[in-house]
């Protein structure tokens, strides 16, 4: 009869190192769109719909804007890209705009945190209750308190040095 051991199994070691950023205190980076993830309106980004529009317009010809008002710019972009994810950003906001430094607080306390497009529709089809976007001009970028895209999110926000960072910071930094 064989002998039954109790073997202990080794705990699973997870390495997150804390996110550290070489952004400086107006900066910051997350993903404006996802690609493969549909959004409340029943849309779907495929990988590649930005790349025309990429290639027409550099990032600092899309506007950075509050909450999609044309009223309220905040900044500029100095990167946008498509990866495997989707539409990676990265942004200075200008913070002689006063808008611009309460967005860098509110940021900073974790209490805004999402990104939206505004865009133009070049060719979508439809797949079930989906339309999937095959090509997309795009025109703005902006900061929102509720994007219509869940994953739509800042990632990666700049200390300027007089913020604390918070929880609800560290939590956007690691993209949660």
């Known amino acids: ?3 039954i051991q109790y073997a202990r199994r080794p705990l699973a070691r997870r390495q997150t190192p804390a996110r550290l950023s070489s952004l400086a205190g107006d900066e910051f980076e997350g ?12 849309d779907v980004v495929v990988r590649g719909a930005f790349a025309a529009s990429l290639r027409r317009r550099p990032p600092d010809k899309v506007r950075m804007l509050y909450q999609h008002s ?3 710019p905040l900044g500029v ?3 946008i890209r498509e990866d495997a994810r989707g539409l990676k950003v990265r942004g200075r906001l200008v913070l002689d705009v006063m808008r611009a430094r309460d967005v860098r607080a509110l940021f900073a306390e974790g209490a805004l945190n999402g990104l ?3 865009f133009r529709t070049l060719r979508a089809k439809k797949d079930g209750g989906h339309r999937l976007l095959t090509e997309i001009e795009l025109w703005e970028i902006s900061v929102v308190t509720f994007p219509l895209l869940a994953g739509s999110l800042v990632t990666a926000v ?5 913020h604390r960072i918070t929880t609800a910071t560290k939590r956007i930094a690691n993209g949660e």
């Open 116 to 118: 939206s497009i505004g």
């Open 31 to 42: 993903y404006a769109s996802l690609f493969g993830v549909p959004d409340s309106g029943g």
């Open 77 to 79: 972009w100095e990167e």
């Open 158 to 162: 700049g200390d300027d040095g007089t």
């Open 1 to 3: 009869m064989p002998l």
């Open 70 to 72: 044309a009223s309220e």
